[in-house]
């Protein structure tokens, strides 16, 4: 699929964690201290929203259970071994871009 636009910088506020779908797929969108990247948006543990969770540090809390994900790894951090999808974040001309496998 390679480059997706999925944002504005502008939308992806400072420690905030945002949802974008594509197609029928969402992805959580972090921003820690303005380093952007995102993540898988369904949560390893029974399928929660990542991308409509909150910020804690360089975490991002589940909504259902809070869990928490590694915002650059997606790792766990309490059982680093369990681990989301990361994936690798463009940001180019004021716009934020996935970079999807084909
Ligand atoms: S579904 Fe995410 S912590 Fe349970």
């Not at 400072?14 to 995102?38: H, K, L, Q, R």
């Not at 259970?65 to 680093?80: I, K, L, S």
């Amino acid at each position: 699929m390679g480059l997706v636009k999925v944002a504005s910088v502008s939308e992806v506020k400072a420690d905030s964690v945002n949802e974008v779908m594509v197609g029928d797929t969402p992805y959580a969108i972090c921003n820690v201290g303005g380093n952007i990247t995102a993540l898988y948006g369904i949560c390893p543990h029974r399928g929660g929203p990542l991308g409509q969770g909150t910020l804690h540090g360089q975490f991002v809390v589940c909504p259902w259970h809070a869990w928490e994900w590694n915002c650059a790894t997606g790792e766990n951090d309490m059982d680093p071994s369990q681990k989301v999808a990361t994936c690798e974040v463009k940001v180019e001309g004021g716009d934020v871009f996935l970079n999807l496998p084909a």
